[in-house]
């Protein structure tokens, strides 16, 4: 009856039942093998062979985490706080951050991307004639094709709506009035939209160039998604601001600099090779930061009555905007599994090596036996 109360305790704890089950999967699987080497060589030479055996495997083990990042890994690379600043657009925005790499960053200043939209269309126009935002590209280079359809793309997405371009799915069942009021919503939609956003559909009208970004890089969403995921974290456990939740504030646009150079665009094959080879032949990984603005929305925009559609939040003119400064910590992801691997094949090979000293011995006395 005590055993049974026992096994009925450690079944409990799923922590000792854990621990049991590793230990006892160890005492068959390795003791097997180390049994039954052992009952054929001996205790000492089958402990020796088992041991090289496992850190041999350990070795091979360890170099497929350490290539691959899994398995017994460190910490995987995260986006950590610096600072969060909020002010007017008086001098700069960013110039009340303490980090000196964003007093040339002036976001304030860049156009609206509803605005780059419709500039970019207007000049599709003067080049290509009035059909030139539904045209066909064929005959038209790679790169000119490419630049149109990105054009045409931004402007279905974030381009100018009035009432004659919306759909017949869009209006039907709608009388005059109500389609008025739904293009109206779709105009004042597309011209909330972020930069962040227009990068995600059409990099191109993105000028990265620009002088306004002092050097910093415009990211997409696709490309901002981790970043804008911790932004949010910080912002939300800060306790600076008033914030309850993500839905009470919208992020605007993301940016970063720093970092390893990747590669330029369309890159040929010996671009790929001349990156694989310099960022394997830079040893210390440049400081890389990162940047997230927020605004807040309006109370009214957010205040759903129930059972009706829920509303889209609209950014309040009068609140600051809020940039998180982040810096990127690479972590140490594939350190752990790479002195697993190091130490494990320095264990393997000193096994090895007393295996091949024995072997020497016993050959020697061999030899000295069947001489005498």
């Known amino acids: 009856m005590e055993m049974l109360d026992i096994i009925a305790g450690l079944a409990w704890d799923p922590e000792i039942r854990g621990f049991m089950a590793v230990l006892t999967g160890v005492v068959v699987l390795m003791g097997s093998v180390w049994l039954l080497v052992s009952t054929n060589s001996g205790p000492r030479l089958g402990t020796l062979l088992s041991l090289a055996g496992f850190f041999g495997w350990m070795a091979i083990m360890a170099t497929i985490w350490w290539i691959y990042g899994i398995g017994y890994a460190g910490d995987r690379p995260v986006w950590e706080e610096v600072e969060i600043v909020s002010g007017s657009d008086v001098g700069g925005h960013l110039t009340f951050a303490a980090l000196d790499e964003t007093d040339d960053l002036r976001t304030e200043d860049l156009q609206a991307a509803h605005t780059v939209v419709v500039a970019a269309a207007e000049d599709l126009i003067d080049t290509y004639g009035d059909d030139a935002l539904t045209m066909s590209t064929s005959g038209l280079s790679s790169d000119d094709a490419e630049y149109v359809v990105e054009v045409q ?3 279905v997405e974030y381009g100018v709506v009035t009432p004659d371009s919306l759909t017949p799915d869009q209006t039907e069942g709608l009388n005059a009035d109500e389609i008025s009021e739904l293009a109206a919503a779709e105009q004042a939609k597309n011209e909330a939209t972020t930069l962040s956003e227009l990068a995600a559909v059409a990099p191109s009208l993105i000028d990265q160039e620009s002088t306004l970004l002092g050097g910093w890089t415009l990211l997409s969403t696709a490309q901002a998604g981790e970043a804008q995921a911790s932004a949010v974290a910080m912002l939300l456990e800060s306790g600076d601001f008033d914030f309850q939740s993500a839905g009470e504030f919208k992020i605007l646009d993301a940016y970063t600099v720093g970092g390893k150079r990747g590669l330029p665009d369309d890159p040929n094959r010996w671009d790929r090779i ?88 016993v050959m020697a006395r061999r030899a000295e036996f069947e001489a005498s």
């Open 153 to 155: 793309t931004a402007w």
């Open 274 to 361: 001349e990156t694989q080879v310099r960022t394997a032949l830079t040893i210390k990984h440049p400081t890389r930061y990162g940047i997230v603005q927020v605004q807040q929305v309006t109370e009214e925009s957010t205040t759903n009555l129930p059972g009706t559609a829920p509303k889209r939040p609209e950014v309040d003119p009068d609140a600051p905007v809020v940039s998180i400064i982040m810096i990127r910590n690479l972590g140490n992801l594939r350190l752990v599994p790479g002195m697993i691997a190091i130490g494990s094949l320095i264990i393997f090979l000193g096994l090895c090596y007393m295996l091949h000293e024995r072997d020497k011995l």
